[in-house]
């Protein structure tokens, strides 16, 4: 079964920081590219950070500078550092990885930052 779990959401204080983590399972994520996505209430996903297969890394400009993506070494892993976190940035993030025509979703972490 191919999945996306997402770890590491949580309530923290503005300016603290938080880590989330996505396991992708199921098939081989090596040519994938990874990354993660937002949704605050009563506003539309919104791509945050992705990484392709060979590292390259786009970020939002509402978090260039705060927020770093990495993936795992075996591919099958991304991760998002969180830093200088605002109330903003509160909201459900997703873990994507997709492949041409081919987009996976894990269910989603909630993101809390409180002022």
């Known amino acids: 079964q191919v999945q996306l779990v997402e770890s590491g959401g949580g309530l923290v204080q503005a300016g603290g920081s938080l880590r989330l983590s996505c396991a992708a399972s199921?098939?081989?994520?090596?040519?994938?590219?990874m990354g993660w996505f937002r949704q605050a209430p009563g506003k539309e996903r919104e791509l945050v950070a992705d990484i392709i297969s060979g590292g390259s890394t786009n970020y939002a400009d509402s978090v260039k500078g705060r927020f770093t993506i990495s993936r795992g070494n075996a591919k099958n892993s991304v991760d998002l550092q969180m830093s200088s976190l605002k109330p903003e940035d509160t909201a459900v993030y997703y873990c994507?990885?997709?492949?041409?025509?081919?987009?996976?979703w894990g269910q989603g972490t909630q993101v809390t930052v409180s002022s």
């Open positions: 199921g098939r081989t994520f090596s040519n994938y590219g």
């Open positions: 994507n990885a997709r492949l041409g025509p081919i987009s996976i």
